[in-house]
């Protein structure tokens, strides 16, 4: 099913909620307190009896997210390179939501595939990427390749591109 222009957040939480999800990552955080439209707020989004970790590298962000978010303890801002964040995390994730740097700066294609490979996913898992309408399938372009060969299916496929396993 492809849903082009559309944000995914309702799908990615319905199969969160499938898998009986706890723990949602999610890269890349608030960076407009009025972008809604344009950025999808992702953290605003998310099941408030979930855990969820938002980590980004820009404290602008960081503070912008805790500001939003300060009514939900669930909710962990965290200012760190998410791919070294990612790295070290000792949890399971059964929600990782990749947006990351645009696809076409600073080898940001390289960049969400690097994101993905440090990601620790539980065997019954959900992967969100955003900006995947974009020639050459945005930040997905070399992520949905390696998570096919990890087992994920995709669900949906446009603005953003589901997969699950």
């Not at 199969?15 to 960076?31: C, D, H, K, T």
């Not at 307190?33 to 989004?45: P, V, Y």
Request: proline share 5%; charged share 25%.
């Amino acid at each position: 099913m492809t849903r082009n222009g559309e944000f995914l957040f309702d799908e990615a939480i319905r199969a969160f909620r499938e898998r009986s999800g706890q723990l949602i990552v999610e890269v890349g955080a608030i960076r407009n307190r009025d972008g809604q439209a344009t950025d999808g707020h992702s953290t605003l989004h998310w099941p408030h009896d979930a855990t969820v970790w938002s980590v980004d590298n820009d404290p602008k962000a960081v503070n912008l997210t805790r500001v939003l978010t300060a009514d939900r303890p669930t909710v962990m801002c965290v200012l760190a390179d998410a791919i070294a964040f990612l790295r070290t995390f000792p949890f399971g994730i059964d929600l990782l939501y990749l947006d990351g740097p645009h696809p076409d700066r600073d080898g940001g294609r390289q960049w969400h595939f690097e994101a993905y490979r440090a990601a620790t996913m539980n065997p019954r898992s959900v992967l969100l990427i955003d900006d995947t309408d974009v020639p050459r399938f945005g930040k997905a372009e070399f992520v949905v390749p390696a998570a096919l060969g990890d087992g994920f299916q995709i669900v949906s496929s446009g603005r953003q591109t589901l997969l699950v396993r």
